[in-house]
């Protein structure tokens, strides 16, 4: 997804529900922030974070999404619930 947003009189910027979301970007994550030399910013998470609640503590990657054992589990129950 691309978008265009205004930079606040104080320097910062909102990024959108649907990009943070893309992005796998939490309230309350710690990013890093970089620069390249064509002025292109890149944000990302400092640690791998849940995409389902935002955890970053036990995290595994399951086909390039990035979840904790909590949630992996609750949708396995689910899983198995409508299976019955």
């Not at 002025?39 to 640690?47: D, L």
């Not at 389902?52 to 909590?70: L, S």
């Amino acid at each position: 997804m691309e978008t265009s947003k205004k930079i606040c009189k104080n320097g910062s910027i909102t990024l959108p529900k649907q990009i943070r979301a893309e992005a796998g970007l939490f309230p309350g994550n710690a990013v890093d922030i970089s620069t390249s030399t064509d002025g292109t910013v890149t944000i990302k998470p400092t640690a791998p974070c849940c995409r389902f609640c935002g955890t970053v503590e036990n995290v595994i990657v399951a086909d390039n999404v990035v979840i904790c054992r909590k949630c992996a589990e609750k949708i396995i129950e689910k899983v198995g619930a409508t299976n019955d």
